[in-house]
């Protein structure tokens, strides 16, 4: 069983340019949440969504932010225009509503942004 | 405001030992507790999790324990093996934030052969 996919592994961008991250969740996974982390921060969550409506993005830093999920296997966050200081780990992780309660993890997006 | 806590950023153990990582959280309202492990360069991943209405649960080498009494709660691994070095953060959720998993800052362990 396929995990938590994200794309790209690594990003280089400059200052300015648009940054697009990309989620698959796990097949039948009705939560997507996104994270950043930072070595100042931690492990942020940024925005989360169930059955693909967003829920709570009053962890977005900015307009410069944005999340979509057009539908259950796929999620983007775009940053538009990037920052040195948007430099960081961004996680999906998705979770389905019965069961435990433990999300899963891709493997993270390294984004640097020059 | 920090809702979980780990204070400890570094735990080194010698091999065969055991590891004791614990995390402290402020939220009374908390009834789920989770440890993640990651690995460099890969997302977090699940280890084990406890219910407020238990105060322990084990899995294998992996064993939780929680002192709703204290806030309180930490992972035991026995024997510690070089492969558990890694980073080892706590989360903590409760029904009224649709369980959104808060987490602690992360505890790096280090396995010394």
């Known amino acids: 069983d396929a995990g938590v996919i994200q794309s790209p592994r690594h990003e280089v961008t400059e200052m300015g340019q648009e940054v697009t991250l990309r989620c698959k969740p796990i097949?039948?996974?009705?939560?997507l949440f996104w994270y950043r982390q930072t070595m100042m921060r931690g492990l942020e969550l940024l925005i989360y969504?169930?059955?693909?409506?967003?829920?709570?993005d009053s962890g977005m830093p900015e307009d410069r932010f944005s999340a979509k999920m057009p539908n259950a296997s796929f999620s983007t966050l775009k940053i538009q225009p990037s920052e040195p200081r948007d430099s960081a780990v961004y996680f999906c992780?998705?979770?389905?509503?019965?069961?435990?309660?433990?999300?899963?993890f891709g493997p993270g997006t390294r984004l640097t942004v020059t | 405001d920090q809702q979980v806590k780990q204070n400890s950023p570094s735990l080194s153990v010698q091999e065969g030992r055991i590891s004791i990582l614990n995390c402290d959280y402020t939220?009374?309202?908390?009834?789920?507790f989770l440890w993640y492990k990651k690995y460099p360069a890969e997302g977090p991943t699940f280890l084990i999790s406890?219910?407020?209405?238990?105060d322990k649960n084990e899995d294998g080498r992996f064993t939780v324990f929680l002192n709703k009494s204290a806030k309180h709660l930490s992972l035991h691994i026995v024997p510690s093996q070089p492969g558990d070095s890694a980073v080892y953060f706590c989360?903590?959720?409760?029904?009224?934030?649709?369980?959104?998993?808060?987490f602690g800052s992360g505890t790096q362990l280090t396995v010394l052969p």
């Open positions: 992780a998705s979770r389905r509503t019965s069961g435990g309660y433990e999300q899963y």
């Open positions: 097949s039948g996974h009705d939560y």
């Open positions: 969504f169930n059955n693909n409506v967003p829920i709570d």
């Open positions: 939220n009374s309202m908390f009834d789920y």
């Open positions: 406890i219910s407020s209405i238990k």
């Open positions: 989360a903590s959720t409760f029904s009224g934030s649709a369980r959104q998993l808060t």
